[in-house]
Structures are given as structure tokens and as C-alpha cells.
């Protein structure tokens, strides 16, 4: 044979062996096809409670029929209840994890995760364990039996555990007061340093207006309610971890408002003095809650009966 022909068999086996080494690497020996639906519910409609167990602390949220509740006694925020099923919808295994790490990522996931019970009534429907490696850059969804997968949403980069780490706190919904015209009833604001300052706002057979008081400016008037019913929490707040509201909270309020429904049940709001360079106010919601707001949403709340006069 000559050399010539020697090259290029030599070529032809070296391309071959190229070929085999790329197809070894995309396609390992245990890679296989991956069922996309394996950790869906087959109607994610009928599920009406789910349970976020971490480490230490338990999730419930669950429906009334007509809304969710965070641990069966605040509202939830619809925003992420909408994303925490849209997740369970999208969601899908992108490969098995590698069979030289599934051990340690089994441990680490049950250690540090997060296990999702979905239930339909009475009935656990799916069970499984969600989490991700210590950049939160790739997420896995554990099943007992069938080890850890690398999951993903197609078309988005996003790490998809993240909603299931949410603490119970971040699942409430921040609208504080969130009334209407159809279920207020009336409003009261009570000043601690100011007395002569109180007014309550309620039905006064032309409308709603400050109760024993000359008409007030209507602008004003209805611009104050659109504040209340808009205020927004920027944190909930677990008593403890901040040491200076902790201590702020133990001080007299600079103001309570209290709003009533149509059923006479009241949702009371203790406002506290803001700290010097603090950019957040604290507030305490019905003589428990610690809260925190931006100072740009709690000034507009803070009028005196002064402030509504024509």
C-alpha cells in the first residue's frame, strides 16, 4: 500500500474516531428520553391547596372558594399565585441528572430544597422536591423514586425554584386595606399627639364624608380613599429580625386607621414616626403585624381633619 493510501485511511479512521467521540459526548450511555409531563398534574384547576416544607418552616396555601390564603388566615397575592402555578404548568424536566452526581444532588435537594404537596380536596395528587445549586443558575425537581432532574421553562432563562423558596410572608398579598365602594363601610384616622385632628369618613345619605363635620373638599376627600385603598406594603416583617423597629413598635403610634366593611369587621393600622435617614416607614397591622412601606406611599394617608376642609 502506499503512503499516500496510508494517509488517508489514517485520515478516515481519525475522522471516525472524531465522529464517535462527539456522538459519546452529546448522547451519554444513560441518557434516554425524558417524559415532559413527569412532574405535572394532569388538572392543575382541581387543585386547591398546596404545602411548601423547607427546613424548619411550613407553607400552606390554600382556596376558600373564593380566594387564597396564606396558612388559612391571610390573603394571598394573586400575582404569585399565578406565577406559582403557571410554573407547575411550564415547567419541564430538561435531562436527568448526571449519574455520578444524582446521589449528592438527591441529598443536597431534600437537605435545602423545598417538598411541594399538591392536593385536590383530601387527595395528595403529586409530591416532589424542588431546589437548585448554591448560584441559583439551574434548578431540580426531585421525585423519590426517580431521582433528580435539571428542569426548565422553554424559551425562558429563569430560575423556576425560586417561587417555591418564598417565605410565608412574601405570599401575602400587599394591598393592606384593598376596599371598594361595594364593600366599604366607613373609615376612621385617629391622631395621638393630635385628638382634635380625628375624623371618621362613612355614609352621610349624599355620600360618603367626614362625620359631624361641615362638606369637605370632594377632590380631597376621594383622593385621601383612593390612597387608603391603594397603600401597598413593601415588606412584612418577622418580629425579631430588625432590632430598631422592634424597639420603634413598643412606642405610642402617630396615627391609627382603622377601615370597616360592610359586616362592621375592621382592619386597623398602627403608623409609628419614621427613623432619621430611613427611606420605609413601619406600621403594624391589627395590634400584630409588623409592616414596613416607602415614605412616598404613607404621606399621602397621614391628612388631618384640616386637610378636607373647602
Do not use: C, H
Request: avoid cysteine.
Amino acid at each position: 500500500m502506499s503512503q499516500e493510501k496510508k494517509n488517508k485511511t489514517l485520515l478516515a479512521t481519525l475522522g471516525g474516531l472524531l465522529i464517535l467521540a462527539v456522538v459519546l459526548f452529546f448522547y451519554p450511555s444513560d441518557r434516554q428520553e425524558i417524559d415532559k409531563t413527569l412532574f405535572k398534574v394532569s388538572d392543575l384547576s382541581l387543585v386547591d391547596r398546596v404545602i411548601l416544607s423547607s427546613a424548619g418552616s411550613e407553607v400552606a396555601l390554600s382556596f376558600s372558594g373564593s380566594k387564597w390564603l396564606v396558612n388559612k388566615n391571610q390573603e394571598a397575592d394573586e400575582q404569585l399565585i399565578t406565577v406559582l402555578f403557571a410554573t407547575l404548568q411550564q415547567a419541564e424536566p430538561k435531562r436527568q441528572v448526571a449519574s455520578s452526581l444524582r446521589d449528592a444532588v438527591s441529598s443536597m435537594v431534600m437537605k435545602n430544597g423545598v417538598k411541594l404537596d399538591l392536593f385536590q380536596g383530601d387527595v395528595l395528587v403529586r409530591s416532589f422536591y424542588a431546589g437548585g445549586n448554591a448560584a441559583k443558575t439551574e434548578a431540580y425537581f426531585l421525585d423519590e423514586e426517580l431521582g433528580p432532574y435539571i428542569m426548565t421553562i422553554p424559551g425562558y432563562r429563569v430560575y423556576i425554584s425560586g417561587i417555591f423558596e418564598v417565605e410565608a410572608n412574601g405570599w401575602r398579598d400587599r394591598r393592606v386595606f384593598n376596599f371598594n365602594w361595594r364593600n366599604f363601610k366607613k373609615l376612621e384616622t385617629e391622631f395621638n399627639r393630635q385628638p382634635s385632628q380625628n375624623f371618621t369618613i362613612a355614609d352621610q345619605g349624599s355620600g360618603f364624608d367626614l362625620v359631624n363635620s361641615p362638606p369637605s373638599d370632594t377632590t380631597r376627600l376621594n383622593d385621601y380613599l383612593d390612597a387608603v385603598s391603594l397603600l401597598m406594603a413593601k415588606e412584612y416583617l418577622t418580629p425579631g429580625r430588625v432590632p430598631v423597629y422592634d424597639s420603634l413598635i413598643q412606642t405610642p403610634p402617630i396615627a391609627t386607621i382603622s377601615v370597616y366593611d360592610l359586616g362592621d369587621n375592621a382592619l386597623v393600622l398602627d403608623l409609628y414616626p419614621p427613623i432619621d435617614g430611613d427611606p420605609d416607614a413601619l406600621g403594624r397591622l391589627n395590634g400584630t403585624d409588623p409592616v414596613l412601606f416607602s415614605r412616598e406611599q404613607v404621606i399621602p394617608i397621614l391628612k388631618t381633619r384640616e386637610y378636607f376642609k373647602k
